[in-house]
């Protein structure tokens, strides 16, 4: 049961990472440090919103409208965050 307690360990630091690795490009896209016109670029972001914006969606349509602030993606990794916090605590069940 430990192995189990790893692997979704794992998931939740792959997902914050892909999170962490969208924030970073939306930061260098908008300061136009990055070009979407190049192709590598644009399939990176392209694929991570792709992947991200179903549960971006989600919490935004739980988030007020605070006009131009997207605190959707800060939202998700204090919930990634929280997830591995109790399944850290409760490690014990998987024991």
Known sequence: ??????????????????VIAHIIMSWLINFQVLNLRQQLVAQIWYGLNRLL???????????????GIDLAPLV????????????????????
């Open 76 to 95: 998700v990794l204090v919930g990634i965050y929280a997830l591995r916090i109790i399944l850290i605590n409760n490690a014990a069940v998987f024991l």
């Open 53 to 67: 914006e179903p549960v971006y969606g989600r919490v935004r349509s739980v988030l007020p409208n605070l006009g």
């Open 1 to 18: 049961m430990t192995s189990l307690l790893q692997i979704l360990l794992l998931i939740l630091d792959i997902a914050q990472w892909i």
